[in-house]
T-cell receptor, first 115, second 114 residues
Framework: AQSVSQHNHHVILSEAASLELGCNYS??????LFWYVQYPGQHLQLLLK??????LVKGIKGFEAEFIKSKFSFNLRKPSVQWSDTAEYFC?????????????FGRGTSLIVHP | DVKVTQSSRYLVKRTGEKVFLECVQD?????MFWYRQDPGLGLRLIYF???????EKGDIPEGYSVSREKKERFSLILESASTNQTSMYLC?????????????FGPGTRLTVT
């Protein structure tokens, strides 16, 4: 069975600081990887996803993530955060082709950015 | 734009009541999902459906049932609500049984059982 770990449960930053949120998964085969974001009072929405090709994926609002297969990781990064990035961030993974299409979610990371 | 709508944003019910949560998507997605979201626990899958009248249990199906009579609509039923079912319930849909497609989420229903 696949599992997802998000090691940072709460992160507090000042504006312009750099951000890196960790995501590790356990599954031995091909995977599809996602980061979702939930802004206060809004619904969950996709930030970015990886399923093949370039392991460095760029998403909306200046976010990017790097898939490192050898480390089973898909960390989310942003070079300079803004107050509007305050939100909860979820990493999700599902098995690739031939496997289950049902994603497993991490427990989420709450990010607070102080102006 | 894909739209997933849920029948209520907030709901207050009494212990023992039967509760219906409705979800509708407008993009002809095959897959639909019900999750509950609790602080520190992330999203936990209750049930999912990959076709009309098809349903599969997720990780925490106890105390819940679902119905999918039409492709666009997926209902979650709490047969006899209990206080430990107080939570945020999220509906999602996705295209096809191919894991490369992301999920689209509704706004959520915050259910309080008293």
């Amino acid at each position: 069975a696949q599992s997802v770990s998000q090691h940072n449960h709460h992160v507090i930053l000042s504006e312009a600081a750099s951000l890196e949120l960790g995501c590790n998964y356990s599954y031995g085969g091909t995977v599809n990887l996602f980061w979702y974001v939930q802004y206060p009072g809004q619904h969950l929405q996709l930030l970015l996803k990886y399923f093949s090709g370039d392991p460095l994926v760029k998403g909306i609002k200046g976010f990017e993530a790097e898939f490192i297969k050898s480390k089973f990781s898909f960390n989310l990064r942003k070079p300079s955060v803004q107050w509007s990035d305050t939100a909860e961030y979820f990493c999700a993974v599902n098995a690739g082709r031939g496997g289950s299409y049902i994603p497993t979610f991490g427990r989420g990371t709450s990010l607070i950015v102080h102006p | 734009d894909v739209k997933v709508t849920q029948s209520s944003r907030y709901l207050v019910k009494r212990t023992g009541e039967k509760v219906f949560l409705e979800c509708v998507q407008d993009m002809d997605h095959e897959n639909m999902f019900w999750y509950r979201q609790d602080p520190g626990l992330g999203l936990r899958l209750i049930y999912f459906s990959y076709d009309v009248k098809m349903k599969e249990k997720g990780d925490i199906p106890e105390g819940y049932s679902v119905s999918r009579e039409k492709k666009e609509r997926f209902s979650l039923i709490l047969e006899s609500a209990s206080t430990n079912q107080t939570s945020m319930y999220l509906c999602a849909s996705s295209l096809r049984r191919d894991g490369t497609y992301e999920q689209y989420f509704g706004p959520g229903t915050r259910l309080t059982v008293t």
